[in-house]
């Protein structure tokens, strides 16, 4: 029954080398997004996805490309791996856009060697 | 650009006591914000959303203050426990943020001592 879940839980990889998280949430949300958390445990933004609309923050490369294949998944694709990508990725979802409370999942450690 | 602030960074108490954890944010064209804890190794948990129409928010021994013209939020926690022990974030919700995603603060890291 868990709301927002990830998987893999942890994610060990080479650099350069192409990998894919999964994003899934069964609240019947409208919204839904990426965060990564850094070493120093800083959160930020990276993408929100609302009705086939796509917001992506300025500072994300574009070796990351998040894909919906419905409403419920928003999956994070990352090519071309760096070790500065090594971090915590969340994925989140709320009801709305901008004004409803968001849930996040438990967060996929991606290591980068 | 927001910014959120959050302080202290680290905050060490007595079991028992009632605390008061700071955020401030520098852009008052919010639409809400959020407290969310987080325990070591894990997710984010929601705690409280105070929309910005709101003054405040209550959820059991917890209580959230907005003050939206300052710039300011408070996250108040009455007789805390042990079991209260965690990273606490503040964020807010703004269209500026260049993927209207939350914009968090660093966190205040709170030990409750036993």
């Known amino acids: 029954d868990t709301a927002v879940s990830q998987t893999p839980k942890y994610l060990v990889t080479q650099m350069g080398n192409d990998k894919s998280i999964k994003c899934e949430q069964n609240?019947?949300?409208?919204?839904m997004y990426w965060y990564k958390q850094d070493s120093k445990k800083f959160l930020k933004i990276m993408f929100s996805?609302?009705?086939?609309?796509?917001?992506i923050n300025e500072t994300v490369p574009n070796r990351f490309s998040p894909k919906s294949p419905d409403k419920a998944h928003l999956n994070l694709h990352i090519n071309s791996l760096e070790l500065g990508d090594s971090a915590v990725y969340f994925c989140?979802?709320?009801?709305?856009?901008?004004?409803?409370?968001?849930?996040f999942g438990p967060g996929t450690r991606l290591t980068v060697l | 650009k927001q910014e959120v602030t959050q302080i202290p960074a680290a905050l060490s108490v007595p079991e028992g006591e009632n605390l008061v954890l700071n955020c401030s944010f520098t852009?008052?064209?919010?639409?809400?914000l959020q407290w969310f804890r987080q325990d070591p190794g894990k997710g984010l948990t929601s705690l409280l959303l105070?929309?910005?129409?709101?003054r405040e928010q209550t959820s059991g021994r917890l209580n959230a203050s907005l003050d939206k013209s300052s710039g300011r939020s408070t996250l108040y926690i009455a007789a805390s426990q042990p079991g209260d022990s965690a990273t606490y974030l503040c964020?807010?919700?703004?269209?500026?943020?260049?993927?209207?995603?939350?914009?968090f603060g660093k966190g205040t890291h709170l030990i409750i001592q036993p």
């Open positions: 989140a979802s709320s009801h709305r856009l901008l004004t409803d409370t968001q849930y």
């Open positions: 609240l019947g949300h409208d919204t």
């Open positions: 996805y609302n009705n086939k609309e796509l917001i």
């Open positions: 852009d008052s064209a919010i639409y809400n």
């Open positions: 105070i929309q910005s129409s709101q």
């Open positions: 964020a807010v919700m703004d269209s500026g943020g260049g993927a209207d995603g939350l914009t």
